[in-house]
């Protein structure tokens, strides 16, 4: 079955570590996006990316980096730059440039600092 | 600048009753809208997706209808269950600028009394 693998499930950083979020996908879309949530607020869009080697800051970049190597994989990494990191991470994907389709989400990662 | 509200933001019903959860945005100028699904400490569920050129979408007990020169969009749930406990939430995407984003609105959280 088609879909997006995030992991780890559960992820804890200590302060001054950079940690890196792995997300996949199998349904050979070109776009793939990060978002983090927190309690009370909404989505906020981190990075995305619409073909492999390009990758776009969102509303959110700061203390964040990214690559996009491979079509399936756009993984993120949570730098010591990014002063608040404890939230919930989401990785989506999408046809490109029209998300003809809709989204697809992936089952999270929860990050902690410790 | 597009914006996504939902209304109303929390919403307490009796199990079997039938249910509207509204989604309005400012610019008619999507490519469609998508309703979801999320479980606490989960993944969003893709429930539904309404093209711009569609007026409505049915699955199972769901039902979504749009309509873009109001920018308004409603979610009915029929014969309620306490499985449908959950937040929905909406989402644009807006064709503005060089990428088609998804623009989130701000959720509503259901319970289902059995």
């Known amino acids: 079955d088609g879909g997006i693998t995030q992991s780890p499930k559960y992820l804890f950083r200590k302060e001054g570590q950079n940690v890196t979020l792995s997300c996949e996908q199998n349904?050979?879309?070109?776009?793939m996006y990060w978002y983090r949530q927190d309690p009370g607020q909404g989505l906020r869009l981190i990075y995305y990316?619409?073909?492999?080697?390009?990758?776009q800051k969102g509303d959110i970049a700061e203390g964040y980096s990214v690559s996009r190597e491979k079509k399936e994989s756009f993984p993120l990494t949570v730098t010591s730059a990014q002063k608040n990191p404890t939230a919930f991470y989401l990785c989506?994907?999408?046809?490109?440039?029209?998300?003809?389709?809709?989204?697809?989400f992936g089952s999270g990662t929860r990050l902690t600092v410790v | 600048k597009q914006e996504v509200t939902q209304i109303p933001a929390a919403l307490s019903v009796p199990e079997g009753e039938n249910l509207v959860l509204n989604c309005s945005f400012t610019?008619?100028?999507?490519?469609?809208l998508q309703w979801f699904r999320q479980d606490p400490g989960k993944g969003l569920t893709s429930l539904l997706l309404?093209?711009?050129?569609?007026r409505e979408q049915t699955s199972g007990r769901l039902n979504a209808s749009l309509d873009k020169s109001s920018g308004r969009s409603t979610l009915y749930i029929a014969a309620s269950q306490p499985g449908d406990s959950a937040t929905y939430l909406c989402?644009?995407?807006?064709?503005?600028?060089?990428?088609?984003?998804?623009?989130f609105g701000t959720g509503t959280l259901l319970a289902v009394q059995p």
């Open positions: 989506a994907s999408a046809d490109a440039p029209i998300p003809y389709d809709g989204y697809t």
């Open positions: 349904l050979n879309h070109d776009a």
């Open positions: 990316s619409q073909i492999v080697n390009d990758f």
């Open positions: 610019d008619s100028a999507i490519y469609n």
């Open positions: 309404i093209q711009s050129s569609q």
């Open positions: 989402a644009v995407v807006d064709y503005g600028g060089a990428t088609n984003k998804l623009i």
